[in-house]
């Protein structure tokens, strides 16, 4: 299935409805055009949609390009972040515009912890494989990339996953956050049940942990690329069920 290919129909938002944009931010090991037919689904039902393209180069330039992101919104907002992209949401998602929080097979550390906690007694699928650079970025293996990231994808789309990847900052995981926005504001939580990038476990104990209405889904850990119409039916939720406390 190609993210250009995906049909979905879906009712448009009323004009009454206060929470109308929306923030979608990746995670390592990939950028913002996987997030095409999320894009396409919300767009269809008259939301703003604003992809961030995440640097991967350090924490701090990853949640300064979703501030940005963020400050160019003109109101009420919902902020949605897959894998690494959970991060910056949890960091950034404190600004004010920020109405609702989308977990998409996502971290969530707490303010003082770092991503890397998060691993702590929790045993990541052996399809995962990360290859670290001579600098210090790390890359997913070619030869388990499809195995570990994107199992549900055709070969095709897996090549251009694979071949398109952004490295990250390795030491960007042993960064402790100052912010954890889940505290404060709703969230919601995507888990795919064939993720291979984290202990489904985890994946569980981080939703309950940050007290999320949870929507599983047969997918792997590109969900965010092969499951639009799932993932844009809960952002939908979410701001919904958000914009009476906005008005």
Known sequence: MGIATVAHSAEKIPDTQVV?????????????????????NLTQRGYKVTIVQNPLTSLADDVAATKRAIERQDGPTILVGHSWGGVMITEAGIDPKVTGLVYVSA????????????????????????????DGFGILKAG???????????DED??????S??????S??????????????????????QDKAFDQRMLQDMAKRIGAKVTEVDASHALFFTQPAVI?????GAAKSTTQAAQ
């Open 165 to 170: 990847q952004v490295p990250i900052n390795l």
């Open 107 to 134: 971290l969530s550390p707490d303010a003082g912890e770092t991503t890397a906690q998060q691993y702590e007694g929790y045993t990541t699928p052996p399809e995962f494989v990360i290859e670290p650079t001579a």
């Open 232 to 236: 844009a039916d809960v952002i939908d």
């Open 144 to 154: 388990t990339f499809k195995a570990g990231f994107a199992a549900d994808t055709t």
């Open 172 to 193: 960007s995981f042993g960064i402790k956050l100052k912010n954890a926005a889940w505290h404060t504001t709703p969230s919601w939580a995507v888990i795919a049940r």
């Open 20 to 40: 109308r944009n929306v923030v979608l931010v990746h995670g390592a090991f990939a950028d913002g055009s996987g997030w095409r037919g999320v894009y396409d």
């Open 158 to 163: 897996a090549a251009f996953l694979e071949n």
